[in-house]
């Protein structure tokens, strides 16, 4: 069961008190889109073998989304950071780089 | 015989004599007895039958790895199967049956498949039970289930009648294990501060250092355990449970201890088990070692034991196992077996090791010494005895099994070397190493568990890390526990490891077969797992048949797969085949243990959440009130609702019946409390309903409500409900009774993650108001005589919404009808739902009122053909296909669900859609049943041309009325269609609108 801190309300806390919520930072394709772009947006998600950025929310807690980053390997956090956001943060990136050299966003291993 | 020694018995309270009875017979025991080692001092040395082959089977072991010794224990809602006698303390009355036989454990029918044994090797019922296909199901199914399962399950009718808890539990170093090298750890933790948590899973501290002797710091090891475990119980820092099992090892430092408070005295008040949910910083695990037996002809047969186990019984109980014992052996440690033997004054005839002539060491010459003869480079090559060893065939390890001599004996103490503990340590991940001196897996320390930090979370301590002599193991222990506290963040003192007397040790050597070259005969009487009845012959077909992945040849043989988990055949059953395979042992690999360790009660999984407690139970303001007027309660979602109210004489459809009728005559009242009640508010509020809801809820006007859909992006139809206009700013939203908390979840989610930059907040208000819906053609007058806001057709029209007050209570009053009649929905605060239900009940009783239930709800929307989400639509339904067109803007450009409304299989004309169905003789079609056409599909079944989705006796119609998804249903008015029932009955069915009830729409419009 993992820990994760909240970027929200700043609270740490088991994983029982948080909802996963699939990849973060998805683009939404709506209305006029092609077939492809939708059909990416809605069912292609990422299932990598490491890093992976991802959307959760406090729902037993402050009721807010975030994002964590984490590695599905070993279950490390790189850490959490706010949903408002169409990137992860240049200091998330930072730490997932000096962890996992050579990390590029959306790339298997 | 197996008997009470006159001596010995650490462990014992012998002052105190229990009586307990076992397959009915009563037999006498000590305080401080295991039921295993009672059993034994009552020469039971027989205690139940094998999984496959029903063997006569004995106790191996002396702790949790015991494979064999399994009974059911207890009566009624104490009734549980499976109980290890090796972990299960006596008590007075204990009352144990032996288990898998028939008609006794002594003479048992089922044996018989042991004669057969040649003809069910590995995979026999894969082979067996294969062909025909015809006879799958009730020709062998019904013969595996019969023979399938250990012991008995309960009834079905018994409740268990213990409790069980959950305790949160946090630490900064947690120790599993109260061996010396636990003790030792929790101590070289607990010096630097650390708060520390020590667990034990039987009732004694001590582990095997205080069985097997030696000397620490001068002092006896007996006498060290007790003076450290008094120095830690001083500690304020420092939690000992004994009886707690460090059950399984989690992400993140997660930990499950299992304690077991009442089970060795059942008549102790308070919960039966308690699941410890601990969070540690760091855990070390001194679990130990199990000791492995030896794989010889006849190593199951009742008397042949591990020779720690012997010794355990000998030292703590006071319990002989037999009174000539032979001590077969690999390594130094059974020659403490055969020397503590000797001390108790009991004979051993030989000691049989396996190893080639050489130097004696410390242990070999002490045997020498007590006159114990010592056969070097010999092996057992057959045991002899059925339901009890009576002596043991002796050959030279190195040959075929030429049998060189028989001693005659009544126990056997085999040991074949130790494997560390590593269950826990491999629980979340921690790898292993081939430890080639031991031959055993240990835990690779460069390789641990990895915590939220990606630092290792779980070090090992003492002979669970592979240490064998005492001095290495409290040396390990005390590095480690200096260590865990301080990755824990402790840098206060530095503890140092007592220091113990140094023994010569002879190496082991690797024996896996007993004698090597064992040849077909004898290898088909060895066993591997003695709990699911695994031989070496079996793993050697599995690899001869091509099961060379480890995890394959497991799940092919069963090896290592019943409860025990394969704690004592793990290894021996790798190393065979790896033999077969003619690889390295490292190279085959090992499965992974997965938590528990041992099984733990399902019970203590449950914990609290049982019975009235098992989930929180929503009622509304009224609920009182429905409870004392006959309410028939449904359970939706967590909300209980009345399903009807039945008065005294009547049946629950018959209530159903009256409440539906009256409705439609005079005047009924709901409790619609609890549907959902979501205020959206702020500047953007328009906008984000517009995107939200599938029509347009920017242009609706203050003082006005309407109907609206909402759709899942991928288009399909997730909530319906009625949106009321506050102000400019505010709008409420009427959600389904089982949606507000997702719908408001679902607004959340659009809000924070995708449109965070609009200036919108909801809530959830639900709970905050009672609301009552006042239905029928007298509900005007009813609100009339209450007095208060003019309720009149011209002051308030169809779908408008006011403030108010009624009856002198404050109101929020919505002229909505989900019923086809006059209605209005009426809010009060939620702490005037009561009153002003009473206040409603009263004005009523002239004009007819009755309460009524979700079943006439039910009945009343379905005469209307209103839809009703969660019978209508299924996650698979789009508005589209219930007709709903009119209720999906055109103008918008976007909405959630849009864009995959457009997909080409949503608007394609194959889809089911929805009609009103009416049987052709007036019954009513069976709810869920499928409409069937011509032909057949692929797989040979019918072609299936539409469903029911709500089926209702219609009191108001007198007939059955139905509304269903069919394929080009509103194309085929008037058509026919034919339901096949689950019963053999095919209903006919006309395809008809599916409005019922007052289709012109006149009754509300008044």
């Not at chain 2, 896996?512 to 591997?528: D, E, H, T």
């Not at chain 2, 012959?537 to 091509?546: F, K, R, W």
Request: charge should be negative; charged fraction near 20%.
């Amino acid at each position: 069961m993992l820990v994760l801190e909240c970027p929200c309300c700043g609270i740490t806390a088991e994983e029982t008190e948080f909802h996963a919520g699939g990849e973060a930072h998805l683009k939404r394709f709506g209305p006029e889109s092609s077939n492809e772009d939708f059909e990416n947006y809605m069912f292609m998600r990422q299932n990598p073998k490491g890093v992976h950025l991802e959307r959760w929310r406090h729902n037993n807690g402050c009721g807010k989304w975030f994002h964590a980053a984490r590695c599905t390997m070993t279950l490390e956090v790189f850490g959490t950071y706010s949903a408002q956001t169409y990137e992860p943060p240049k200091e998330i990136c930072d730490i997932i780089s000096a962890k996992r050299p050579g990390w590029l966003r959306g790339a298997f291993s | 015989m197996s008997t009470r020694l006159a001596t010995g018995g650490r462990l014992l309270n012998k002052s105190r004599v229990l009586s307990f009875s076992f397959n009915g017979t009563t037999l006498k025991g000590f305080e401080g007895d295991t039921l295993a080692s009672a059993l034994l001092a009552n020469d039971q040395v027989l205690m139940g039958r094998s999984f496959k082959y029903h063997r006569p089977r004995g106790v191996v072991a002396s702790g949790s790895e015991e494979p064999n010794g399994l009974v059911q224990m207890g009566e009624g809602g104490k009734f549980e199967p499976n109980q290890r006698v090796t972990t299960t303390e006596l008590f007075e009355g204990l009352k144990a049956k032996s288990q898998n036989h028939w008609p006794s454990l002594e003479y048992d029918v089922g044996a018989l498949n042991a004669k057969l044994s040649r003809f069910m090797p590995a995979g026999f019922y894969y082979k067996m039970f294969i062909h025909p296909r015809s006879f799958w199901k009730h020709v062998y199914e019904p013969i595996i289930r019969h023979a399938a399962g250990l012991g008995a399950a309960p009834k079905a009718t018994d409740r268990d009648a213990d409790t069980y808890e959950h305790f949160y539990a946090f630490c900064d170093v947690l120790v599993v294990g109260g061996g010396i090298a636990g003790l030792q750890a929790a101590k070289a933790a607990a010096a630097s501060g650390a708060k520390v948590i020590v667990a034990e899973q039987t009732a004694h501290l001590g582990g095997r250092a205080v069985v097997d002797g030696g000397v620490i710091d001068g002092q006896s090891a007996e006498d060290f355990v007790t003076a450290i475990t008094a120095e830690l119980e001083a500690m304020d820092n420092v939690t000992i449970r004994t009886r707690m099992m460090g059950a399984g090892v989690y992400d993140h430092g997660y930990v499950l201890g299992y304690e077991r408070l009442t089970d060795h005295a059942p008549e102790m008040a308070g919960p039966r088990h308690r699941l410890w949910r601990i969070r540690a910083a760091q855990t070390i695990t001194a679990t130990g070692a199990i000791e492995r037996p030896l794989s010889f002809a006849g190593n199951d047969v009742p008397g042949v034991m591990l020779a720690s186990a012997i010794r355990d019984y000998a030292v703590n109980y006071g319990v002989s196992s037999g009174d000539r014992t032979v001590v077969v052996t690999n390594n130094d440690d059974a020659y403490r077996t055969a020397i503590a033997l000797k001390h108790a004054g009991l004979d051993v005839p030989a000691i049989i090791d396996a190893r080639p002539a050489g130097d004696d060491s410390d242990l070999m010459a002490q045997a020498k010494a007590l006159g114990i003869r010592i056969m070097m480079g010999h092996g057992i090559s057959s045991v002899k005895g059925g339901k009890r060893v009576n002596g043991v065939e002796i050959c030279a390890q190195a040959g075929e099994g030429a049998v060189l001599e028989e001693i005659a004996c009544d126990a056997v103490a085999m040991s074949g070397g130790w494997s560390p503990v590593v269950h826990l340590w491999s629980h979340c991940g921690g790898k292993l190493t081939w430890d080639e001196s031991q031959a055993s897996f240990r835990p690779d320390p460069n390789r641990p568990p990895l915590g939220d930090k990606g630092q290792g979370f779980v070090s090992v301590a003492g002979a669970a890390n592979g240490e064998t002599t005492l001095n290495a193991i409290l040396n390990d222990a005390n590095v480690c526990g200096n260590a865990a506290a301080k990755t824990a963040g402790f840098k206060g003192k530095v503890a140092k490891a007592p220091i113990a007397q140094k023994t010569t040790e002879r190496a082991m050597l690797p024996v896996w077969l007993m004698p090597q070259g064992a040849g077909y005969k004898l290898r088909s009487k060895a066993w591997l797992d003695y709990q699911n009845d695994v031989k070496v012959s079996d793993v050697q077909l599995a690899a001869q048949e091509g099961f060379t992945s480890v995890e394959h040849a497991k799940r092919y043989t069963t090896l290592g797969m019943a409860t025990d988990q394969g704690k004592l055949s793990n290894i021996n059953g790798l190393a065979i085949l790896s033999d077969s395979l003619n690889q390295p042992i490292p190279q085959t690999g090992t499965t992974t243990f997965r938590p528990p360790y041992t099984p733990i009660s399902m019970g203590s999984i449950g914990g609290e959440a049982r019975g009235d407690v098992f989930q929180p139970i929503r009622r509304t303001p009224m609920y009182d009130w429905h409870e004392a007027n006959g309410a028939d309660w449904e359970p939706v979602g967590q909300w209980r609702r009345p399903y009807a109210y039945v008065q005294s004489g009547e049946t629950v459809h018959e209530a159903v019946m009256r409440e539906t009728k009256n409705t439609r005559e005079n005047l009924g009242l709901l409790d619609a409390s609890t549907l959902g009640k979501i205020i959206v508010k702020g500047p953007d509020a328009g906008k984000f309903l517009d995107m939200l809801y599938t029509n347009m809820m920017s242009s609706l006007k203050v003082g006005k409500c309407r109907y609206g859909l909402m759709c899942s992006e991928n288009g399909f139809l997730i909530d319906d409900g009625v949106v009321a206009r506050i102000d400019d700013e505010t709008f409420l939203c009427h959600t389904t009774t089982g949606g507000a908390e997702t719908i408001h979840g679902h607004m959340e989610e659009w809000l924070q993650t995708e449109w965070w930059d609009w200036n919108v907040y909801v809530a959830n208000a639900t709970e905050q108001y009672a609301q009552v819906a006042v239905v029928g053609p007298n509900a005007r007058k009813a609100l009339e005589v209450l007095g208060g806001m003019d309720v009149s057709a011209d002051a308030f029209g169809f779908m408008e919404w006011q403030d108010g007050t009624l009856g002198g209570f404050d109101v929020r009053a919505y002229r909505i009808s989900f019923s086809g009649e006059l209605s209005y929905e009426i809010a009060v605060p939620a702490s005037q739902g009561q009153a002003f239900w009473d206040a409603l009940m009263a004005v009523g009783a002239d004009l007819g009122v009755m309460p009524y239930g979700t079943e006439c709800l039910h009945i009343l929307r379905a005469e209307k053909g209103f839809i009703m989400i969660g019978d209508e639509t299924d996650g698979t339904v789009i508005p589209q296909d219930l007709g709903l067109n009119w209720a999906i803007s055109k103008k918008k450009t976007d909405f959630l669900g849009k864009r995959a409304q457009e997909r080409e299989h949503m608007v394609n004309n194959e889809r089911w859609k929805l009609v009103g169905l009416e049987t052709v003789d007036g019954t009513t079609l069976p709810g869920g049943a499928y409409a069937v056409g011509e032909g057949t599909n692929a797989n040979g079944q019918r072609v299936m041309i539409g469903r029911v989705t709500s089926s209702y006796h219609s009191p108001n119609l007198a007939r059955g009325i139905a509304m269903g998804l069919v394929l080009h249903g509103p194309d085929r008015m008037g058509e026919i269609i034919t339901f096949p029932g689950t019963d053999g009955k095919d209903y006919e069915a006309r395809i008809v609108s599916a409005v019922f009830y007052d289709p012109e729409g006149e009754k509300p419009n008044v």
